[in-house]
């Protein structure tokens, strides 16, 4: 099967360039959890070969696969042992030959993840590292030898000789970002697990190395990447410690780095073309708007990534810790896309995301998952759909999974909430699991790493076996099946949009213009191309709303799409109900 990859670009009234990767819908395909089809209880590559007519009929263009190498599995494959090969807990080389020839068969492009700011430890680079300071690998890692304890002023566990890390640096996952290994007597950066050593970029052959295992995918015919923490590549010479008198934290220090541009650079010269699909997961809080550009402007000076994806607005309601949550309201979300969209309005390219294996439920975090589930799940999706850039639904989003009830630290399986927690604990620093519940229960990652509910049978249809992690609860009435059978459901809906995306380049293309910036609970917005335009209102409550259009909008408007049954007529005052969303088109 081969694309058309469009690369002429032709020009829309507006000056944006057409290009397929922003007239797609992305799915998202987590595969532990996605579909188990032998039974030992992890979602599998066949599980997904199997599922590819799900994905059809709700009609999306690109798979996101997660990762499906070779993995001691300590962060579901984001610790990778061998980049070439399929790790058997998800199946053989064969099995994933199989699912890229299925979904091109059926028009779906597939895009991978890349994951190389680090590897696993297992990785044989790193094994090879671990012999000697002379290895041939040492330096594909960062190594550095640790501070004398007496000259720190930071509070540690006083490790070997008196030492403690190189730099003050905290990993992600909590606690140092340095390991020490006693055989060869210096530290190695880790900015996530342990398990998860930090390349270093700065040697040219780490650069070859990558370029070249890129290059050998993109022989085996898949679309593009999706590439992990990919502006951590860089790291700020010397390795300065954090400057808190400065607000300088260890993400300001890890992030953008000095040649962070020099390297994607070489990438995009070296790797890739224009008829690929390129996101760059971008941590940083916030991302600087001027980096961003440069990431994704295709101009000379700039990365030629086709999007990336920033956290602003999935950082609102978190505090510093794991543990921790912040008041957010509607008004700072609407802020927050406001300002992505207006960054990229003349060049560059916004992804929209509002849930992912990484995040809650976007239905239990944005929406109201309780009375109003099924309506706020389709408001949530009527506004990923409609703004402008390229959707990313994550599986079980189309079904309107919602968070997990978490009532344990047992029932958690990610790193990235035991690893911090279980520290806190033993040091005091949390006093028990019960004050921490409620906010691990809206903040961790396993929330969105349930299996996704096929059906009401046992484990949800999702495998035979005990599934590695729980099925939520409420899987007799939200899943695949049920939702496939209701006309009215979420999928349904789903279906409905990413339709109109297809079927209107003014969905695509037109420009965004937002018009109640301030208004508490209402989100209303204007796409406009040439004399295109729709109007789009979304009512954020559990409260009907009532607002008082502009009339040019609304005159000769008629609804395209909604989430409620269409009332009479349309004139200047919405009489909006809870969490309705309409779509008008306007003249
Ligand atoms: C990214 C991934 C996340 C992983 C981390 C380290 O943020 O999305 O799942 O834990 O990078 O690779």
Redesign the pocket.
Known sequence: MTFETDAAGERLPNGERRRWWKEAVVYQVYPRSFADSDGDGVGDIRGIVDRVGHLDDLGVDVVWLNPVYESPQA??G?DIADYRAIDEQYGTMADWEELLDTLHDHDIRLIMDL?V??TSDEHDWFQNALTSRDADYRDYYVWREGRDAAEVDETYDVGPDGEVPPNDWESFFGGPAWAYHEATGEWYLHL?DRK?PDLNWENPDVRDDVFEMMNWWIEKGIDGFRM??INLVSKPEGLPSTDPEAGIRTIDRVTNGPRVHEFLGEMRDRVLDRGFLTVG?M?GDPLPVEHARRYVSPGPDGDGLSMLFHFEHVLLDRGERIWETADWDLTDLKAVFDRWQAAFADEGWNSLYLNN??QPRMVSRFGNDGEYRRESAKLLGTLLHTLRGTPYVYQGEELGMTNYPFESLDDFRDV?TLNPVRTALDRGVVESFDAVKEALRANS?DNARTPVQWSDEEHAGFSDAEPWISVNPNYGEVNAEAERADEDSVYHYYRRLVEFRHENDVVVYGDYDPLTPDHESLWAYTRTLGDERLFVVLNFADEATTYDAPAELVGDATLALGNYDADDGVDETLDLRPWEARVYRAR
């Open positions: 962060d579901n984001y994951v700011n680090h996530f998860q992990d923490v997961e941590i294996h990484d990235g990652r």
